[in-house]
């Protein structure tokens, strides 16, 4: 399976089977996340066997089950934080199906557990995601159309594909509060005003980019520019 593949095939997924990670996927993981925390300088970690994130008194915590296994989200406090965890995170969850393995963001429904992180001095962790071998495959979610997420005239075909891809991106609540732009032959994404839209951000701009072809997120952040 590609990662375009990838990005049509994976849905969220909160109940999963016993299923335990294999040692090729998770060799496989690590060597993923070590790249993703030097290149985006943060501290990304896979967590296994782990059943403690997910538990709490309340039996339906979240509506997750049997997830012992998950990425936390961990990095520096900072300016584009938050949009550096969503690509990258979602770099590994598109990985992570090609795995054959099921996924899903989590913001709130979890609980922290010390013994199993490492959260250096600075640092804060922003979420998780669940990981392993889902009961289901997961349902696609409804979407908004190509634009009322754009903006611009005379989109070239890349262009298309890479918002088609944005669309099909994990959003908090499923917001997909997000606006991507053409002009000027450049394009830009922006943040709305929402639950984890930062976070976001990252995440339908990772899809963007591998759908398109076109590498310009990273270069976003750092100049400041929408």
Known sequence: MT?????LARHSVREYTNAPLTAVQIKTL?????????????????VTDEPHCFQAEKPHYGKFRNVRNYIALIGPRGKGL?????????RIVLLAQTL??????????????????????????RGVIALGVGAT????HRSKSFEAVTEGTDFPNWFRKGVEAALLAPTAINQ???????????????AGIGFFAHMD????????????????FLNQL???KE
């Open 176 to 190: 997909q509060k997000f606006r991507f732009k053409w002009q000027d032959g450049k394009v830009s994404v922006r």
């Open 222 to 224: 750092r100049t400041g």
């Open 100 to 125: 054959e393995l099921n996924t899903c963001w989590v913001g709130l429904t979890y609980k922290k557990t010390p013994n199993a992180l490492r959260i250096d001095k600075g640092e804060v962790l």
């Open 3 to 7: 990662i375009n593949e990838a990005i």
């Open 82 to 90: 938050d949009e550096r965890l969503g690509y990258y995170g979602e």
């Open 137 to 140: 495959q997961g349902v696609q």
């Open 201 to 216: 951000l990252g995440i339908v701009a990772y899809h963007f980019e591998v759908a398109s072809g076109q590498s310009f």
């Open 30 to 46: 690590n060597a993923d996340i070590d790249r993703c925390n030097e290149e985006g300088a943060l501290h990304l970690q896979l």
